[in-house]
């Protein structure tokens, strides 16, 4: 791990959800350029005139990361114009099999992916190519705690969110010789509307100021990894780790299972 200089233009995609408005404004600051991307036109402009009043300038940009082509042409642009210092890709919706455990439906289900990893790493594989030529650059994925081992309630936001976290461990060391730092966030259970629909318990909740500072010490630390809470990522850590018999047993417990 390895300190850098505090990036300067930072691009934030789901910048009107917590983690993403949080992140905003924990880089919001005089001589900072912020690109912000989201869905909500409202939300985005209310966030903008924050982190102006804080000093940053910001550009904003509402599309929907699902429309593949717009997404790539807005990259494909700012990164012609101008060196992206450091790219948090952080868009996520969740889905769950139901108040009477029904299961998902496939709509959901694609739709989910499509948010969850394919946009992340369709952000990724059109900033690379800019970043590799400038031998400089930084990537965040948000993943989950919930990417360490599948919760019966969620399992296609448990599938997307190990996909993540696994494709952003190999790009950290694909890219690590081109001097691009790869770093993956894995949040427990971040205050949001998102959280609170989530379905079981939310032990150790953090408020989204908090997590966005931890990120934002954790980035400019190049950490792998950047997990928290300690208790929950422990323990998710162990699901993992543990037989598969016994973790399910745990989940089972913890009211997790449905």
């Known amino acids: 791990m390895s300190s850098s200089p505090p990036p300067t233009t930072i691009l934030i995609t789901g910048a009107t959800g917590a983690i993403g408005g949080a992140l905003a404004k924990a880089y919001a600051a005089p001589g900072q350029t912020l690109y912000l991307q989201g869905r909500n036109t409202q939300r985005l402009d209310a966030l903008a005139v924050v982190c102006r009043a804080m000093g940053a300038q910001v550009i904003t940009k509402v599309l929907d990361v699902r429309d593949s082509d717009a997404l790539v042409l807005w990259l494909q642009e700012l990164c012609q114009q101008k060196t992206i210092d450091l790219v948090i890709a952080n868009v996520g919706v969740n889905n769950h099999i139901g108040p009477d455990s029904k299961g998902e439906q496939w ?145 089972r417990l913890l009211n997790y299972a449905g």
């Open 107 to 251: 709509q959901d289900i694609r739709g989910l992916i499509e948010v969850n990893l394919l946009s992340l790493m369709l952000v990724a594989d059109t900033v690379i190519p800019f970043m590799r030529v400038s031998g400089h650059g930084q990537i965040a994925f948000i993943s989950s705690l919930a990417g360490y081992f599948g919760l019966p309630l969620t399992p296609s936001y448990c599938a997307s969110k190990a996909a993540v976290k696994a494709y952003g461990e190999a790009l950290r060391g694909w890219l690590k010789p081109h001097h691009v730092r790869v770093n993956v966030v894995m949040p427990g259970y971040v205050d949001s509307a998102m959280c609170r629909d989530m379905p079981g318990p939310k032990p150790f909740l953090w408020q989204p100021e908090k997590a966005a500072n931890y990120i934002k010490w954790g980035l400019a630390q190049n950490r792998p990894r950047i997990s928290f809470p300690f208790p929950l990522n422990l323990g998710t850590w162990f699901l993992a780790a543990l037989p598969a018999g016994i973790s399910e047993r745990i989940v």
